[in-house]
């Protein structure tokens, strides 16, 4: 027997990510700066770290319930309802999930499978398409564009409904693109989806950093709640990625069909990090505001740098990604960011690596040091008048 | 009539406070002081000349004192020698213990002088080059002063945290390479 053969031929088929390569490369380099990883550069802030560490020196080792601590949903019950006007019963409709990954995951495996199409308009986090695949459903991507500022609309999404369309993942703000949508962004958008039955899992896990003004989620639409899985999380807002620690928000039916999967497959999520998410939605905001106020100041800096050597950038109002156009350069995507890395040790990740319609672009994060962000646009420059001068 | 004084008073009280710019430059100067006027405009977003005019501001009402650097002298193997002295005083009629701590805080070697609530009176950080000119300096200059009554000494040891910088601090990024 090959094991090989033995594998189901959609997980075959899935791709790896295509960021990998590149990581590989920069692992061996010195003086290299990376503009690749997407997580806080911030350490968790202190007061999060030491409810982790108590619980543990409390013996508090146990397992909780399948949902998550109830003082947890009860916590993410009030924020939602402070920060976001979405009320949910935290008996019934949160799941505290490891990750939003997780949630993701669950979500799909919760409302699609073989036959089914799920719309997952691109650029976009990596791990929907993928996902949608391991459920065995087709996903449809819908390529977004640079001239809308990498929004939704409608007549996109209507072009790619069919009666075997079954869901939608969108996410905003968004991971690569730094795009953000308003509220009259998704009146038509709205009014497409009222009457379909089709779900929507909202990915919100960059809620917390949007600098125009308030999130908004879709959910926050009456006739939209009743259809809308909102996923949403500690990684990004409280810089908490290796706790592994999100939660999912929805209608009660669906929500114990997910905690189902939830609790066959993963039983709880860590406890210790539930604790400390306790913790960050207690007492966390303030240090949460001060990331959320210098990732604003590194965005202008990096947006500014991009624009001024002539590779033009949208002003990304969400997320800690800018996503500059390269195509003044005559590279394509992998090239402009396989010669960055090697002539100028600057990690960058080619834009379609989040979707073909990505390609032409680059995602460079902000999550790093304004004395990184000042040296990597000074070496980007030199790299961009070296080519065209070429 | 008390109508109108109150306008007066009230833009009196925003003159003597700092905007919300103000307040962001300074967030951002209280971090990083070298930063540039150009740069200082990209990250809030304003006119450069409008930032240049603020910092003006701010150092013209001497709500910006000093720009400092925060140094790891042990590191720089410079012979410091920092000592925190509580320092009780009587105070003076008329005058409290600002007259008392006039007089500390012109001494050079005095880097911080403050009044304190609590057990003492007066907070004062002394550098030397040794522990023995430190002594001394409290021995022979501060504790005679009029109206000093007593003199604790400590001397700092190691330093682990100052001005809101933890020392000794990798600064090398340990985030693994992930994909997402």
């Known amino acids: 027997m090959n094991i090989k053969d033995m594998i189901?031929?959609?997980?075959?088929?899935?791709p790896p990510s295509g960021i990998r390569k590149y990581f590989d490369l920069i692992n061996e380099m010195k003086d290299a700066i990376s503009l690749g990883i997407g997580e806080p550069d911030f350490e968790t802030p202190w007061c999060i770290r030491e409810e982790g560490i108590y619980s543990l020196e409390k013996g508090k080792t146990f397992y909780s319930s399948n949902a998550g601590f109830i003082e947890l949903r009860n916590e993410i019950a009030r924020y939602m309802e402070n920060r976001f006007k979405l009320s949910y019963d935290p008996t019934s409709e949160i799941l505290v999930t490891v990750g939003g990954s997780e949630a993701i995951d669950i979500a799909l495996r919760t409302f699609v499978g073989p036959g089914d199409e799920v719309i997952v308009p691109e650029p976009s986090f990596v791990a929907y398409k993928g996902c949608v695949m391991f459920t065995g459903a087709t996903p449809v991507p819908v390529e977004l564009k640079a001239e809308h500022r990498f929004k939704l609309q409608p007549d996109q999404i209507l072009e790619a409904i069919t009666e075997r369309t079954k869901a939608i993942v969108i996410g905003y703000p968004n991971n690569p693109t730094g795009a953000t949508m308003d509220y009259e962004d998704y009146v038509a958008i709205v009014e497409v989806l009222k009457d379909k039955d089709i779900i929507v899992l909202s990915d919100e896990l960059y809620a917390e950093l949007n600098y125009k003004g308030s999130h908004v989620s879709i959910a926050q639409f009456p006739e939209m709640k009743d259809k809308t899985i909102v996923i949403n999380g500690f990684s990004k807002a409280f810089a908490m990625t290796g706790w592994r620690i999100g939660f999912a928000c929805g209608p009660k039916d669906a929500l114990e069909q997910m905690k189902k999967i939830h609790q066959y497959a993963i039983m709880c999520s860590p406890t210790m990090a539930q604790y400390a998410a306790i913790e960050a939605l207690k007492n966390g905001?303030?240090?949460?505001?001060r990331m959320v106020d210098e990732y604003n100041r590194r965005r202008r800096v990096m947006t500014d740098g991009f624009n001024k050597m002539g590779l033009s950038?949208?002003?990304p109002f969400g997320a800690f990604y800018c996503f500059p156009d390269i195509r003044s350069t005559g590279l394509s995507s992998d090239a402009f960011c396989e010669r960055l890395l090697t002539e100028e040790k600057v990690l960058t990740v080619p834009g379609n690596a989040f979707g073909a319609c990505g390609e032409g672009f680059v995602r460079a994060t902000y999550a790093t040091s304004i004395d990184n962000i000042r040296e990597a646009l000074v070496r980007i420059k030199r790299f961009v008048e070296r080519v065209r001068g070429q | 009539m008390r109508k109108l004084k109150t306008p007066g008073l009230l833009s009196k009280r925003i003159l003597k406070g700092v905007c919300h710019m103000q307040k962001e430059i300074l967030e951002v100067l209280k971090k990083n002081s070298r930063i540039t006027v150009e740069e200082l405009?990209?990250?809030?977003?304003?006119?450069?000349?409008?930032i240049k005019a603020a910092i003006a501001d701010l150092e013209e009402k001497g709500i910006i004192i000093a720009y400092n650097t925060v140094i790891d002298w042990e590191k720089a193997e410079c012979?410091?020698?920092t000592a925190y002295i509580e320092v009780k005083v009587t105070p003076q009629r008329g005058q409290g213990f600002d007259r008392v701590a006039e007089r500390i805080y012109q001494y050079p070697q005095v880097v911080a002088c403050s009044l304190m609530s609590g057990g003492f009176d007066l907070f004062v950080v002394v550098e030397g080059k040794t522990m023995k000119e430190v002594a001394l300096f409290v021995a022979e200059k501060l504790a005679p002063i009029e109206y000093v009554l007593s003199c604790a000494t400590h001397f700092v040891l190691k330093k682990y945290k100052d001005n809101g910088v933890i020392f000794n601090k990798p600064c090398k990024d340990e985030r693994e390479a992930v994909v997402l």
């Open chain 1, 8 to 14: 189901k031929p959609y997980i075959v088929n899935t």
């Open chain 2, 79 to 81: 012979d410091i020698v």
């Open chain 2, 41 to 50: 405009a990209v990250m809030l977003n304003r006119e450069a000349q409008d």
């Open chain 1, 285 to 289: 905001e303030g240090e949460m505001r």
């Open chain 1, 313 to 315: 950038c949208f002003e």
